[in-house]
């Protein structure tokens, strides 16, 4: 975390001087894969209605546009972890990945004829929604990121059944205290 900004307009101010560092450098090849593998399930899935061609359409729609991007998403997410007080981290990554993550997404899904795109698309942002908490959440824990104190993918994905339930529970206190 040595050098990365603590606040939201350092990292705004980071990502805008220096993208290449913020964001080329740190382009996160785990978000790649696992948002492709993730997200093109989804696509599938949610365009099933319209038959299997036009699922399997966008299937390959959703991995390679994910691919494509979502290692600068992950990078992005990255960028957030050390912001403090941490709401702050968390209401910058969940209003900034998900406003250029749908545009695009809606973009090529529109380009390509995507059956359900409004289906999918609505299903991918609730997605989105959780996946960046939880992602943001292991980021500061250590998980998923990239960079000289990352781990491998592989000790990343054995961590993430005990960072699901620490997750779960901080969201279940913060609901509580909410009340």
């Not at 993208?19 to 599938?44: E, H, I, M």
């Not at 968390?90 to 998900?98: C, F, Q």
């Not at 592989?154 to 913060?174: E, Q, W």
């Amino acid at each position: 975390m040595t050098g990365e900004p603590t606040t939201l307009r350092g990292v705004a101010w980071w990502i805008l001087r220096d993208p290449w560092d913020a964001l080329g450098r740190r382009w996160n090849y785990k978000s790649a894969v696992l948002s492709s593998l993730f997200r093109g399930q989804l696509f599938f899935f949610a365009n099933l209605t319209a038959g299997v061609p036009a699922a399997l359409a966008a299937l390959v729609t959703e991995c390679w546009l994910r691919f494509l991007t979502a290692g600068s998403y992950g990078a992005l997410t990255q960028a957030f972890r050390s912001v403090q007080p941490a709401r702050a981290g968390m209401i910058g990554a969940l209003i900034i990945v998900p406003a250029i993550a749908h545009s695009l997404e809606l973009l090529v899904h529109w380009w390509t004829g995507t059956r359900e795109l409004g289906r999918s698309v609505a299903v991918s942002i609730v997605f989105t929604m959780i996946s960046t908490s939880f992602n943001l959440f292991a980021m500061r824990h250590g998980a998923l990121i990239v960079g000289s104190d990352s781990r491998s993918l592989l000790d990343d994905v054995r961590a993430v059944p005990r960072l699901l339930c620490a997750f779960a529970g901080c969201t279940v206190r913060s609901l509580r205290a909410s009340r």
